[in-house]
Structures are given as C-alpha cells and as structure tokens.
C-alpha cells in the first residue's frame, strides 16, 4: 500500500482505494532521517472514459420503488503503465514527452491529486506543487486578499504572510490590480501572483508543470532566477517542461516519457537528443 506523506502548496489531497496518504504534516517517522525521497512501484493510472450517471430526483424515487436501470459499463484508458520510479534527495529532475504522453499525469500522482489504480506512490517531505495556477484562489476577493489566503493554506503563520506581503507583491507586479478582485486578472497575472506567494517557503519535494508558460519574457528572467535559489535549496524538484533550455539549466536528470511510459532516463546531454529527433521524426510522419 502507497503512502504520500506531503503538504501541499497547492492544498489537494486524495484517498485512493490503492494508495492511502498519511501523515500529511510532512513529518517523516520517528528515527527517519529527514531527507526527501520518491518511489513509484509499478504505478498504474486509469481515467475513466463516457459519462457518468449523476442521478435525478425522479430516478431516486424510482429506485425506492423497486427499480433498478443497469448500470453504465466504464471503460478506462491508461494514463500510466506500471511506471517504476526513484527519485533521490537533491536531484532535479526534468520530465519532457509531447502533449498527452503523461507528464502531468505523473506531477498530479506525485501531488496525491490523482489516485493510482495500482501501484505504490511514497513521496517523503513536505510538497509544494505549482501545477494549477488558479488552484486556491477566490476569484471575487481581491489579490491581497488571495496573499493571506494562499498564505495561509501553504502553512505560513499570519506574521509570516504579513512580513512577506510586500516582497510578493513586488515579486508579481500587479501595481493597482493588487486591490482588485482576481477575476479581472489575466492569465500572465494569476500565473505571477501565485508564483509568489508559493515561492516564499523551499520545500523538501517541488513538483512543476509549465508555470513559465502564461508570463511574459521579463516574469520569465525573474521567475527562473528564484527558481534557480529554489533548486539550489530544495531537496527534490520534479518540472514538467517544453522548454529544452530550461531543463537543461536547471535539471541534471531527465525523464522522456511516451505514452505513460519512461523510455528514457538519464543526463539532459543524453536524453533530450533523444527526444527532440524523436519530435523531428513524428513531425515528419
């Protein structure tokens, strides 16, 4: 049986019917050395395909009568297929493969926001996630307002978030906006607000998916130069990229995955040649 033993940044926690998830303070067990670490054991994800049946008033009175309609078959498709993972402490670890290989797929395993159908997932530390940019935010409550709530949910203390405030504030740029409710935000805005707030505090296990995406060139030369503080001081950091330069910077492993599966695992040098004559050769098909 699995067990994440994590906190998120971003506060998503599941129980699984294969992976139960405990200890969610991030504290590891006593007599445990404090280091960070993640095992995938022949991890497999299933997304169910067709609809689901939510049901209606007049079906449940159907049923207190005594009728049953059958049930819908489900099918399932694999998004991970028995993925065997370890990943140590200080390593930085790049995840590249084209769109719908599973890349996300595995960051959102590793968070504990998606349940594996089989499979052992352990993540030991405490876990900050920068996946869902939006996840987390009040949409009629104004960007200060979203500071101290996100604060909050990533377990800073109100003092902390208080003597932060206007590092984040300056960090993400929003000059008036800050004031204003974060449904008048662009995406660029949501993108470097959070990315503020959830950079203040270095966790054991940083899980990265595409955060660089929706800012601009000069939130992008700021933005990888906290990233850059980051990886030198966090204990394990998965990111999810398109970007090759990136990877190559800030990663010393690097992941290829096809089709839910690792097909390659090695040095950046070794590994994106690899896959960017792949991308050639499927471009050419």
């Known amino acids: 049986m699995a067990t994440t033993e994590d906190q998120s940044l971003d506060p998503v926690t599941t129980d ?53 309609e059958p ?55 405490r876990v900050g996630t920068l996946l869902e940019i939006g996840l987390g935010f009040e949409t009629e409550s104004t960007g200060r307002e979203n500071i101290f709530y996100r604060g909050l949910a990533i377990g800073m203390s109100p003092s902390e978030i208080r003597a932060m405030e206007d590092d984040i504030i300056a960090f993400a740029d929003l000059g008036e906006f800050i004031d204003l409710p974060m449904r008048t935000y662009s995406s660029g805005m949501y993108v470097r607000l959070g990315f503020a707030i959830s950079t203040q505090i270095t966790p054991d296990v940083l899980l990265i998916d595409e955060v660089f995406g929706a800012g601009d060139a000069s939130f992008r030369e700021r933005a990888e130069r ?38 390659n695992d090695g040095a950046p040098a070794d590994v994106v040649p690899g896959f960017l004559e792949d991308m050639h050769q499927r471009g050419n098909a």
């Not at 670490?37 to 079906?59: F, N, Q, W």
């Not at 990886?231 to 990663?251: F, N, P, Q």
């Open 71 to 125: 049930m819908p078959h489900l099918k399932y498709v694999e998004a991970l297929h028995g993925i065997n993972l370890t990943i140590s402490d200080r390593e930085r670890v790049g995840i590249i493969g084209h769109n719908g290989s599973g890349k996300s797929s595995l960051l959102r395993t590793l968070a504990g926001i998606y349940p594996l159908y089989s499979g052992d997932a352990i993540v030991r530390g």
């Open 16 to 68: 699984a019917r294969e992976v139960s998830q405990t200890d969610t303070d991030g504290n590891l067990p006593a007599g445990e050395p404090a280091r960070a670490s993640i095992e995938l054991r022949d991890a497999v994800l299933r997304y169910p395909l067709g609809p689901y049946r939510r049901g209606s008033i007049k079906a449940g009175a159907m049923r207190l009568l005594g009728h049953r």
């Open 226 to 263: 906290r990233m850059q503080s980051i990886v030198d001081s966090a204990g394990i950091v998965v990111m999810a990229s398109h970007d090759m330069g990136l990877v190559e910077r800030v990663c010393d492993r690097v992941l290829h995955i096809d089709n839910g599966k690792i097909v």
